[in-house]
């Protein structure tokens, strides 16, 4: 895992990050992602995950994926605004018990190849929802 402070000037406003599976190497996942609010709609959030996938692909991942739920509107056209994919993730075993919301994830291919579908492997949803509320 990569974590980045994300600045304007001298003011941290944000945050970014990649991680990996160890079942997928060749996939980056982005992290915690987010721009302080009074800091958004300039760009500053576009800039940033255009930095977060180059960098991804600098350390010679060939995808960038991430989730997110249904509620994110803003995160979804920012996403889409960046050519990623999008599709529905729905593996009943990987069901959260605390969050009753669809997800998404969003696939975009780091080495001009056309990217593959998740095709609902598993993320381990589950498993880090119920150690948070433990």
């Known amino acids: 895992m990569d974590y980045y402070i994300v600045y304007n000037g001298d003011v941290p406003v944000g945050v970014t990050g990649i991680y990996s599976y160890h079942e997928y190497p060749e ?3 982005l992290g ?3 721009i302080l609010e ?3 709609n300039n760009g500053l959030g576009g800039t940033t995950l255009d930095k977060t996938i180059e960098l991804a692909q600098k350390k010679g991942y060939t995808d960038f994926r991430l989730y997110t739920d249904e509620f994110a509107k803003d995160a979804h056209r920012l996403y889409e605004s960046r050519g990623l994919g ?3 993730y729905d593996n009943s075993d990987d069901k959260d018990n605390f969050i009753d ?3 998404f994830i969003y696939s975009k291919s780091l080495d001009n190849k056309p990217v593959k579908k998740w095709d609902n492997k598993i993320l381990g949803l589950k498993e ?4 948070e509320h433990n």
Do not use: D, M, P
């Open 38 to 40: 009074k800091y958004r």
């Open 128 to 131: 880090q929802s119920n150690e």
């Open 32 to 34: 915690w992602f987010g």
């Open 27 to 29: 996939t980056a996942w």
């Open 101 to 103: 919301a669809k997800i």
């Open 86 to 88: 999008k599709e529905l």
